[in-house]
C-alpha cells in the first residue's frame, strides 16, 4: 500500500493548521474524504439531482438507479443475504435508535437488555429509553483492567428474563474488538436477537455480517470515508418483516386510506421521507477507495502507525494508556499525569496535530476507569509514520510546557 497515492486522493490533507501541516489523528470521530466521494456529490447534484422513486422520467430513474446501487454494493461489502436488509439512515445512532425503537415495542415487559460498559452513548440511551418506556431493564457487562470484556460477567447476566442483547465491534475509546461471533452464538444459544454497533469496526477491518452471525449491525459513512449524515442499518430479514415502522410518511407506505395503512416492503418501509440519495449515491465512492485499497492493507498499515505511536507514548514519563488488549484497533486513549486532556488537546493543535479530547461520548466507561476524559489518537489509512513522529514530538513539547 503506497500512502503518498493514498494522501493524493484527500485533498484536505494538504492544509495547513496553525501555520504547521496538518496532522489528522481525529479519525474515530470522522475520517477524511476522498476527491471521488466529494465528485460523486458534484456529480449527482450536477448531473443526477431528482427526488428517487417516484418519478418516470429520466432524471429520477438515474437518481433511484445509483442510490439502489449502493445499496447492493454495501450488501456486498458486509455480506448481507440481500439487499433489502439494507437500511439506510442518517448514521449509527439512527440505526440503532430504529432498532430499540421498533424491534424494542415488541419485546416483553419486565425483560432485561444486556449492555456492556464499553458502550458509546449511541448504544446506551436508545436502550434506556426503551427501558422507561417500556418497563424493561438494563444489565451492564464490565471490562477486565486490559480494557477487554469480562466474558464470564457477559455469560452471567443472562438469565430467563434477557430479551436483547446490545455491544459494539470496537470500543471507540480502547480500541477493544469483542469476539462478536463467540458473544452472538452464546446469545442465540439462549434465544435472544444481538445487535452490534459496528461504527469503529467496519472502517478498520473485513465485517461479514453473516459469519458473525448477528441479527442487527449499525454503521455510519462518515468513519469510513463516505460523506458526512448516512449509515446503515443491516437486519435480519426475519426480524425486519416483524417489525413496526420506525417513521411514517412517504416513501415507506403501499397504501394510505383514512381507515388504515398498508406499509411498502422492505427495505423501504424503514425509510420514510426522501432519503439523503446524494449522498448515499457517493457511498458508493467511498465503497470503491476501500475496495481499491484493500481493508486487509489499510488495517496493516494501521496497526504498524498503532505500533509506533504506542512504543513512542510509553516513553513519557507519567503516561497512562487506557486499552491494552492484544489485537486492539489502531485508537489510543492516554492520559499524562498531572495534566489535563483538554491542555494537551490545545497545545497539539497550536502545533497542527488534532486528536480528540473529553469522554468520546462513553461517559460510563469514563466513570468506570475514575477518569473525567483522555486524549484520543486514531489512525486512518491515509497518516504516516512521519506524523506519528510529528504527533510525539508535538506531545513531548507539550507535556514540557504543562508539567507542573
Ligand atoms: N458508536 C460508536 C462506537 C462510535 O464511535 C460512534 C461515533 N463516535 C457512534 C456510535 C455514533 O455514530 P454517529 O454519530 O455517526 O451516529
Redesign the pocket.
Known sequence: MLVSKIREQFPILGRTVAGKPLVYLDN???SQTPRRVVDAIVDMYTRHKANVHRGVHTLSQEATDLQELTRRRVARYINAESHEEIIF????????NLVASSFGSLLPEGGEIILTVM?????IVPWQLLAQRRGLKIKVVDIDDSGALRLDSYRALFGPDTVMAAF?????VLGTVNPVREMTAYAHEQGVPVLV????AVPHMRVDVRDLGVDFY??????MYGP?GI?VLYGRREFLDSMPPYQGGGEMIKHVSFDGTTYADLPFKFEAGTPDFVDIAALGAALDFMEETGIEAIAAHERQLLEQATAGLMEIPGMHIYGTTPGKEAVISFNVEGIHNYDLGMLLDKQGVAVRTGH???QPLMERLGIPGTVRAGFAAYNTPEEVDAFLTALRRAVDILRP
Open positions: 474515530t470521530a470522522t439512515t442518517r448514521g449509527t445512532t439512527e440505526g440503532i458502550e458509546h452513548h449511541a448504544d459494539t465491534h470496537v470500543s471507540n454497533d459496528g461504527a469503529q449499525a454503521f455510519s459513512s462518515h468513519k458526512a449509515g468520546h461520548c462513553a
